[in-house]
């Protein structure tokens, strides 16, 4: 009998801290995408609701009229572009420096090896607001401004420390002994990078892709400072400059709403394809075998 | 096939001196294992051989040439690794073939030589997995295939056996041991496992700290070893050992007790010695000395005892089923051709000492 009643009793308790942990999460969940949420529902208003007392949360009707025009009478399209551009062109620069180099720690011995790491790790705290002005005056000095490739460089540059240290990591998971089998069998360095060590490393580099396009996506303050021509402008700072109509006086609220969700899009795209390899990358899942 | 020699080599790792000189014959077709505790530098020095360390000082030539400066793949040589290496988003075959596919072989020879290392280590229908799919006692024959495939003049073996259970070592042992016979290739190969050693070696080479401690067939080590280092790792349960001087009448231990001691050289009087016999050169005799019994382990086969006399504790394992127990009196002797007489200062063994 008392067997029974300890055994309801846990099983109670049980449920309880389950629900306990679900109003937690649900809790996170709100505080989370609440705002994302409010800003769909501002994108498919009217503009005579939007400064609403009280606030209404949902939108008198569901209209896609706002994300229409954005897409269609906007050069939301030539913004994304360059989004799209200035992203996967620092992306490919990046890993394409970062991985040899993250290789370059992971296997050879060298003296400057662990003060190169640990000045990696300083550069990385460098906060880009901190660089800016300084950086405007040196892109001045060398032509650089208002180009998109001086952009690209900077991104590269800003995102290089993490990108090796995170490769660094899954590089250190292969077992030397494979480049060691590789070395007899005969092949070069290089061989060994490119044929053995770059397939096992495919989760890391998946990290590696997903966090500099995710990083490459939301820069502000560089882009902002270093870039001027509206033709350049990547939609991160498009997005604030956004003038959808001649009047003037016109409530822009509800189309700035829809270009911020549009804006939003590709990366979350890109998110969903890698997550398989997001969550291996998580787990530790970097060797097979 | 060619033969090996290790001529004063050297390693040190900065102001490290590993290994301050190893000097080594192997002849042609050879199969040589060194041996010893962990660190003494044994793998070190097949890795110097393999080209995967510098070496320091000295030189290492195989078939003839000096390969000090030369690369891994340049050297003919083929290894196998204590934890198989095996690339693991590989099949089989493409492990097995990928030294001749970097060499730029066409794909049919590259498909012959795979399927003949295959055919003689049983590894045909395997060909198509990946190492992720296998279990150890077959990634461990993967690693040999694709050293074979190689057709190299010497293999390298560090460790191989380390990773299996005990049973698939065993099994494994004889399948190396038997591959060796077929092949007849110079083989290095280094094991912590002396009973490896004994199993499977031409020639056993007994490492410490660094220095070769003795070299020799199995055998001699087993019946004449150098000294108490390899007098106690040679064998398994170690060599009994205990400190004592000569008197008139024996072997007089620093407790008290007499030991029987057959014929000696005169050298051997007058200094501090330890008395040395294995546990399998007991025998039960009515005219041995007496002993108590303090633990029986039956294996089945043997009977280890461990036997007191006062504060002394000798091993002896008898190959008959004993009826003793613990607290049990027991009568044995040792056999005196098998007695080892070590200096204790240096360790030597003196029995082969002249007169």
Known sequence: MTRDDSEIGSATIRRLGNAGLYAAYAVAVVFALFPIAAVLMLSMKQASEVFNWPPSFFPETLSLQTYIYVLTETTIGRM????????????????????????????????????????????????????????????????????????????????????????????????????????????????????????LAKPGL?????????????????????????????????????????????ITIP????????????ALVMFVILQRFIVQALTGGAVKG | MAQVSIANVSKTFGAATVIPGVTLDIADGEFVILVGPSGCGKSTLLRMIAGLETISGGDVLIGGRVVNRLQPKDRDIAMVFQNYAL????????????????????KARIAESVTRAAGILG??????????????????????????VRNPQVFLFDEPLSNLDAKLRVQMRTEIKELHQKLKTTTIYVTHDQIEAMTMADKIVVMRAGQVEQAGPPLELYDRPANVFVASFIGSPSMNLVPGQIGDAGFMTDAGHLLPL??????????????????????????????????????????YVLARIGSIELTCVFRERVTLRAGDALRIRPRLDSVHLFDEASGRRINDDAV
């Open chain 2, 262 to 303: 057959g014929p000696h050289s005169a050298t051997a009087t007058g200094r501090r010695l330890l008395y040395g016999i294995r546990p399998e050169h007991f025998v039960l005799a009515d005219d041995g000395f007496v002993a108590e019994v303090a633990v029986v382990e039956p294996t089945g086969s043997e009977s």
């Open chain 1, 206 to 250: 998946a990290a590696a892709l997903i966090f500099n396009v995710i990083a490459g996506w939301s820069q502000f303050i560089i882009p902002f400072i270093l870039l001027q021509r509206a033709e350049l402008l990547p939609i991160s700072i498009g997005v604030l400059n956004f003038a959808p109509g001649q009047t003037e006086g016109e």
């Open chain 1, 80 to 199: 994304l572009w360059n989004s799209i551009f200035l992203t996967l062109a620092s992306t490919a620069g990046c890993i394409l420096i970062s991985a040899p180099a993250a290789y370059a720690f992971s296997r050879m011995r060298f003296r400057a090896q662990k003060p190169l790491l640990l000045t990696l790790l300083v550069y990385q705290m460098i906060s880009s607001m901190v660089i800016a002005l300084p950086l405007y005056r040196y892109y001045e000095a060398l032509g650089l401004l208002d180009s998109h490739m001086g952009v690209i460089l900077i991104y590269i540059t800003v995102e290089i420390p993490f990108t090796v240290w995170l490769l660094k990591g899954f590089f250190d998971a292969i077992p030397p002994s494979l480049d060691e089998a590789a070395r007899i069998d005969g092949a070069s360095r290089i061989q060994s990078f490119r044929i053995i060590i770059l397939p």
């Open chain 2, 87 to 106: 690339y693991p988003h590989m099949t089989v075959a493409e492990n097995m073939g990928f030294s001749l596919r970097l060499a730029g072989e066409s």
């Open chain 2, 123 to 148: 590894l045909l229908e395997l060909l198509d997995r990946h190492p992720g799919q296998l279990s150890g006692g077959q990634r461990q024959r993967v690693a040999m295939g694709r050293a074979i």
């Open chain 1, 255 to 266: 189309y700035l709403a829809a270009a911020s969700i549009i804006a939003m899009l590709p």
